[in-house]
């Protein structure tokens, strides 16, 4: 069933595109689509903001020999002759000559390009389910980038409170309060945003720890890494 309250319909939409749906409540969202618009609608939005994950995965290149062994392992496929060597040996010694001229004009351009801008770093926030929850993206300007994938409704008189801890510190650093709509965007000052750098979220009283340490439990946590690395 396609639940009617519109955060259990936001989870339904979060949770089908994240992928951690059981295959029968696939079955029914893909069912309901056709004819739910709002659900349509959540899907989609939840697709542009988890859009920036993408980039955490490095992409890799199948084995080279994939498509030899996959064609061996089919039953009663026939099997190409053999081609002579020879008749590829003129040809690619030619592209090999053709592509040191282009590799030669292509180190000119390089020197005289711009140096590219360092990669992103991200993060996804991991429940102690290890559940996603929070997607963090840092500039260049040394802005930390927060977004709710599953927001939640605080109890009263709680809120929630950024950490950061680069590599090395022995106690981490406050960041601020996450306002209870999910979304933030904050400078991280002196604290420079760096590949390996720990980030938590913690459950605090309304104006935040009064010890400028976490008080309450972690909540969320996660670590910086060059999007798209290995």
């Known amino acids: 069933m396609i639940p009617t ?18 295959a029968r409540a696939v079955a029914e969202v893909e069912a309901a689509l056709p004819g739910d618009t709002g659900l349509r609608a959540a899907i989609r939005e939840w697709e542009v903001r988890l859009a920036p994950l993408l980039a955490l995965a490095a992409p890799e ?21 053999p081609v002579p060597r020879r008749r590829w040996l003129d040809p690619w010694r030619g592209w090999a000559i053709g592509a040191s001229a282009v590799a030669a004009g292509l180190a000119a351009l390089l020197v005289t390009r711009p ?14 389910r290890d559940q996603p929850a929070w997607v963090v993206e840092a500039n260049a300007a040394g802005q930390l980038r927060l977004a709710s994938l599953n927001p939640r409704r605080l109890e009263e008189g709680r809120a929630m409170q950024l950490w950061g801890l680069p590599p090395g510190a022995t106690a981490p650093t406050s960041l601020g309060l996450i306002p209870p709509e999910g979304q933030l965007t904050v400078s991280t000052g002196g604290l420079r945003p760096e590949p390996g750098m720990l980030i938590e979220i913690s459950l605090e009283p309304p104006g935040g720890s009064p010890t400028g340490r976490p008080t309450g439990p972690i909540l969320f946590i996660g670590r910086l890494t060059a999007a798209g690395a290995s």
């Open 5 to 22: 309250d519109p955060q259990d319909r936001d989870i339904l939409a979060a949770e089908y595109v994240l992928g951690t749906l059981d």
């Open 61 to 81: 290149s199948p084995p080279p020999d994939l498509w030899d062994r996959i064609e061996a392992a089919l039953p009663g496929a026939p099997r190409p002759a």
């Open 115 to 128: 140096v590219p801008e360092p990669p992103r770093l991200m993060t996804v926030l991991l429940t102690q």
